[in-house]
């Protein structure tokens, strides 16, 4: 089906906003009722969209609107998400619910590998049937990792977890499996989920920021996602945060990564105790418990990735910020910390910016990239 941008601003309104009425949806695009139901009447005799059935959703009193909603069961979509040592991969349907999801070790990142383990998750959920096997077809498979990737580029710049330069990932799975593949950077993969089908939903101006083996920032503004120059944009792992502060992996003194990420936490607490044996989970038990080595160095992490928060906010004036990653637990521990330094590096203009801590499973973040390629099918496709 041919999309026109009327089709495509419809049919993402009913999928990230329904069911609504004809009546809601017309108000919310600036459409005329007649100009509604020419838009709509090819998705609904392709089978995409449908009248809600009667009894569903919320009752109304008199005539019945029967609301417009997404057939999400139409298409599927395979997110991957790639870290050094692990694939994660999910199934999801048009509205971005995991039908199935599969992980599968990297024993190496040799390209002819990784493509074996990439193109082995496909076939685990698919059923090695990319029509779909009595399942909706697969439409699109996203491909997220952390390093410079856009959706509308083929090539992955550059991945340091991956050791990959210049590497034309989406080409090769494309030709492995011959459906269209997308590339993302993996936190704003993150971030388009939580656009459409999470915590930002409703909010036109919102920020994502993960905390683990680094630090990373997604960004919507004005309801667009920000992807900057060449897909470099929200890198705030380096952000100077105190210039006689401890190192980072990169020789940067004093920077965020170097107080906030996992690695960092557990080198300051590991070295000063001199017990290289902890884990980072230890160096929060030791926090939690008082210890004062730990809960000097999560108190900094804390107060660190406060003033990460407020710098952004200033900058961009989101309605909320969404704290999230494989670390982002460690909040419990320096929440007080966090706050404070909030409040101290928010501009005296302005309120602290609401802050939504949601710890998510990898799987969330192959949900992401599977996103990635819904958004490109359907905006780009």
């Known amino acids: 089906m041919r999309l026109t941008d009327a089709m495509r601003s419809v049919f993402v309104e009913l999928l990230v906003h329904g069911p609504l009425s004809r009546a ?51 298409m599927s979509f395979i997110g991957i998400k790639l870290t050094a ?49 009595g399942r909706p077809p697969l439409a699109a498979v996203g491909i997220s990792l952390a390093g410079t990737a856009t959706p509308d580029d083929p090539v992955v710049h550059t991945s340091p977890f991956l050791g990959w330069s210049q590497l034309p990932l989406a080409r090769l799975v494309e030709e ?77 003194r004093g920077c965020a990564r170097a107080y906030v990420s996992s690695p960092a936490i557990r080198r300051s607490v590991a070295g000063t105790l001199d017990r290289p044996e902890l884990t980072f989970e230890d160096c929060l038990a030791l926090a939690r418990d008082g210890h004062p080595v730990a809960r000097r160095v999560l108190d900094e992490a804390g107060s660190a990735l406060g003033q990460v928060v407020a710098t952004v906010a200033n900058i961009t004036g989101p309605e909320l910020v969404i704290l999230s990653g494989e670390a982002v637990h460690m909040y419990g521990v320096c929440a007080d910390a966090f706050q404070t330094a909030l409040a101290r590096h928010t501009h005296w203009t302005s309120t602290p910016v609401r802050v939504v801590v949601k710890p998510f499973a990898f799987n969330e973040w192959a949900r992401g990239a599977a996103v990635t390629a819904l958004q490109h099918q359907l905006l780009h496709g």
């Not at 995991?98 to 040799?110: C, F, G, K, M």
Request: charged share 20%; hydrophobic share 40%; glycine share 12%.
């Open 24 to 74: 809601e949806a017309a108000r919310r695009l600036a459409l005329s009722p007649s100009a509604l139901t020419k838009v709509t009447k090819p998705f609904i005799e392709a089978g995409y969209l449908r009248e809600q059935a009667a009894g569903e959703g919320t009752a109304t009193v008199g005539r019945p609107s029967q609301p417009l909603e997404v057939d999400a069961s139409r």
């Open 85 to 133: 040592d692990e694939l994660f991969a999910v199934r999801t349907d048009l509205a971005a619910a995991v039908q199935a999801e599969t992980s599968r070790p990297l024993i190496d990142h040799e390209i002819d590998n990784v493509l074996g383990q990439i193109v082995q998750a496909i076939e685990d959920l698919t059923g090695e049937d990319l029509t779909g096997g």
């Open 176 to 252: 492995a499996v011959g459906v269209p593949a997308v590339l993302d950077n993996d936190v704003r993969a993150l971030t388009r989920v939580q656009q459409w089908f999470g915590e930002g939903v409703g909010h036109s101006a919102f920020a994502l920021i993960t905390v683990g083996a680094g630090i990373g920032c997604g960004l919507v503004v004005g309801d667009r996602l920000v992807t900057g120059q060449s897909g470099a944009a929200g890198l705030v792992g380096h952000l100077a945060i105190d210039d006689r502060g401890p190192m980072c992996e990169l020789g940067h």
